[in-house]
Nanobody, 124 residues
C-alpha cells in the first residue's frame, strides 16, 4: 500500500522560503497525481497545489499562485513544494495526498492516500 511521509516543515520568516517534501513508499509514485493541502487551526482544509502523474500539469490555489511551486522527481519517489515569499497566513499543517487520477485537482475528494502532515509556522 502506498504510504506518504511529509518533511521540511518548521519555522519560516515572513518573506522567506521553505521546501516541503513528500516521500512515497510501497508503490511507484509515477502512477499517482499528488496534491498538497493545508489546514490552519479553526479553518477548513484547503487545497494548495497539485501535480499530475506525469508532472506536465500543475494547479495552484489563488492564495499561493506565484509564490509556491510544485515539482516531482519520480526516480526518487518524491514530490516537492517550494514555498517562497512566505506570509503568516501560510501557517498551517501541510499534507500531501495521492490520487490514481491522471490529472490533478486541488479538491480533496479524489485523494485516497494521505500523509500525516508537517507543521509550517510563518512568524518573525
Amino acid at each position: 500500500q502506498l504510504q506518504l511521509v511529509e518533511s521540511g516543515g518548521g519555522l519560516g520568516q515572513p518573506g522567506g522560503s521553505l521546501r516541503l517534501s513528500c516521500a512515497a513508499s510501497g508503490f511507484p509514485l509515477d502512477y499517482y497525481a499528488i496534491g498538497w493541502f493545508r489546514q490552519a487551526p479553526g479553518k477548513e482544509r484547503e487545497g494548495v497545489s497539485c501535480i499530475s502523474s506525469s508532472g506536465r500539469s500543475t494547479n495552484y490555489a489563488d492564495s499561493v499562485k506565484g509564490r509556491f511551486t510544485i515539482s516531482r522527481d519520480n526516480a526518487k519517489n518524491t514530490v516537492y513544494l517550494q514555498m517562497n515569499s512566505l506570509k503568516p497566513e501560510d501557517t498551517a499543517v501541510y499534507y500531501c495526498a495521492a490520487s490514481r487520477a491522471i490529472l490533478c485537482t486541488v479538491v480533496a475528494a479524489p485523494y485516497a492516500y494521505w500523509g500525516q502532515g508537517t507543521q509550517v509556522t510563518v512568524s518573525s
